[in-house]
């Protein structure tokens, strides 16, 4: 509370400040939501997490409506522009400190069709590096579940996430990173639903869920997507490595066994129809080649080849010969006719 003095007459009047605005209107509002309990009073928020959401210039339209999803479903969350491709990564730690955040979740776009995310605790570290797959957003999936805007969630984790050191990490991460703090001035202090995280074919994959009723019933709200881990770090963005996923594989890797399996597939097809075609070819030589065919031929004599190495003698032959020649030839001919 400020006190101000006029000049001269020393009356005091009271200016309040924009926190005790605040603080009394959450206090009516609780109030109005709770009759029965009027002293309730708002509690002091002592848990300072914020966490900056943000990405790199590339990604689609798909991961800006994730982004904007855990926007609004993370009140104690934060926005910026789009960093640039060709910075560094540590400077990612500054834009939090400028931004007062402790918590980051950066998401970058290689290719225009990989997206990675980052997942880390600034300045310091740990941090995590997953990629994430199967991404479904709120407006895409449009589900039956429902829940306040603000409101505190519940998070669910599988048990694998205690047997193992890195999981215990990174269950660690989530904690700090996705649970709403509690008295957060944009927080409602309602409890209706529940992130969940589940390890499966060595994958984390997130879903939000509405708690409908009190035994327990729940229905999906979205959005949700796919974790998988690559690596792990001790600093924030980069140090030595605490962890690498052994069974990771890249999606430039994937996408090269996609083509050599569909090019296998091409050649498997072509040696298919050669071999058709030799069969095909086989079968006509057979057919036209009839083994029975040579049982009527006899073989001709053979006659000795006489080879003359000197030219015929031309026979001198009178014009009076073969005048009488063709005047019997005529002859003939017309008794024939007769």
């Not at 009759?35 to 966490?51: A, D, F, S």
């Not at 400028?98 to 980052?118: G, P, S, T, V």
Request: a positive charge; hydrophobic letters at 35%; one cysteine or more.
């Amino acid at each position: 509370m400020l006190v101000f003095y006029g000049c001269g007459e020393g009356v005091p009047f009271i200016k309040e400040t924009k926190m005790q605005r605040k603080r009394e209107k959450l206090t009516s509002i609780l109030r109005k939501r709770h009759p029965r309990y009027p002293h309730l009073k708002p509690g002091k928020w002592t848990n300072k997490e914020r966490v900056l959401i943000f990405s790199s210039r590339g990604i689609n339209f798909r991961t800006r409506h994730l982004m904007q999803d855990l926007r609004t479903m993370m009140p104690h969350a934060k926005a910026d522009t789009k960093m640039d491709r060709k910075d560094k990564l540590f400077v990612i730690n500054e834009v939090c400190e400028i931004k007062n955040c402790n918590k980051c979740l950066y998401f970058e776009a290689k290719k225009k069709q990989d997206l990675y995310m980052w997942i880390s605790n600034s300045p310091h570290g740990p941090s995590a590096k997953f990629l994430v797959q199967n991404i479904h957003t709120l407006a895409e999936l449009k589900l039956t579940g429902n829940c306040l805007k603000g409101s505190r969630p519940l998070l669910s984790f599988d048990p694998k996430f205690d047997k193992e050191p890195h999981y215990a990490l990174l269950k660690e991460l989530f904690i700090q990173t996705f649970s709403t703090p509690r008295y957060h001035p944009k927080s409602q202090p309602f409890v209706d639903h529940v992130f969940t995280f589940t390890i499966a074919d060595n994958r984390i994959w997130f879903r939000n869920y509405q708690i409908i009723e009190e035994d327990g019933s729940l229905v999906e709200i979205g959005p949700r997507f796919v974790l998988n881990l690559m690596k792990i770090f001790q600093g924030s963005f980069g140090g030595p490595t605490l962890y690498e996923n052994p069974d990771f594989r890249s999606p430039n890797m994937h996408r090269r066994e996609m083509r050599l399996a569909a090019a296998a597939k091409v050649r498997e097809k072509q040696m298919v129809k050669e071999m058709q075609k030799g069969k095909k070819t086989s079968a006509k030589e057979d057919l036209e080649s009839d083994v029975t065919a040579d049982v009527f031929l006899t073989p001709a004599e053979e006659k000795p080849a006489d080879i003359q190495t000197e030219a015929p003698e031309t026979k001198a032959v009178s014009h009076l010969e073969a005048y009488v020649k063709r005047r019997a030839l005529i002859c003939k001919y017309k008794e024939s006719c007769i």
